[in-house]
Structures are given as structure tokens and as C-alpha cells.
Nanobody
Framework: QVQLVESGGGLVQAGGSLRLSCAASRSIFSINTMGWYRQAPGKQRELVATFLSGGRTNYADSVKGRFTISRDNAKNTVYLQMNSLKPEDTAVYYC?????????????WGQGTQVIVSS
């Protein structure tokens, strides 16, 4: 498994920006995919943005054009730049990493970082 540590959450006004960071415990070259999910109170965890094979990215429709996922391979870190934040973006944001353990693909999660967007 991969250890993941998120940071960068906080309280921001609507229209503001935040950048989340996710530091992995090993080279992200050894990780199949990494991404960001979020869970709002009373709701299921949902995909926000992920890297796909070949370096392509995938975004939830609700964040397209506002959020950008990126990575720094040298720092083993994945970022989520969040712009034009809305109150409905309020949630706990989790970093995920899918890596092979033998023949099995195992998903690891970070501890989560709270994002609160005030109106």
C-alpha cells in the first residue's frame, strides 16, 4: 500500500481558491493512478479528478474548468488547484492511489482534508 498525506484544506469565501497537496510515501511512477475524491456531509464519496493512463486526466462535470489536477514527480506529490470555489464544493477531500500488490490492484486513501466554502 501507499501512505498518503493531504494538506492545504481550509476555510475560503465563495469565488476563492485553494490548492490541495497529496504527498505519497513512494515514487508516483510506481503507482498506477492517483486522484482526488470528496465527501460532503450526508453524501457518498465522489470522484473529483484523477489521472488516467498516458497522463490523461478526468474530472467530474461539476468541477470542470475550475479545478486542475497536477503532479510533481520529483516530490511524489499530486495537487488539486481549486478556483472559483462554490459553497457546494464544501467537503472532506481525499487523495487516492491505486497500486499493484501482487496481482491485485489496491486502493489507498489519505486521511482527508476539510474544505469549507462560505457564501
Amino acid at each position: 500500500q501507499v501512505q498518503l498525506v493531504e494538506s492545504g484544506g481550509g476555510l475560503v469565501q465563495a469565488g476563492g481558491s485553494l490548492r490541495l497537496s497529496c504527498a505519497a510515501s513512494r515514487s508516483i511512477f510506481s503507482i498506477n493512478t492517483m486522484g482526488w475524491y470528496r465527501q460532503a456531509p450526508g453524501k457518498q464519496r465522489e470522484l473529483v479528478a484523477t489521472f488516467l493512463s498516458g497522463g490523461r486526466t478526468n474530472y467530474a462535470d461539476s468541477v470542470k474548468g475550475r479545478f486542475t489536477i497536477s503532479r510533481d514527480n520529483a516530490k511524489n506529490t499530486v495537487y488539486l488547484q481549486m478556483n472559483s470555489l462554490k459553497p457546494e464544493d464544501t467537503a472532506v477531500y481525499y487523495c487516492s492511489a491505486d497500486s499493484l500488490s501482487g496481482l491485485n490492484l489496491v486502493r489507498s486513501w489519505g486521511q482527508g482534508t476539510q474544505v469549507i466554502v462560505s457564501s
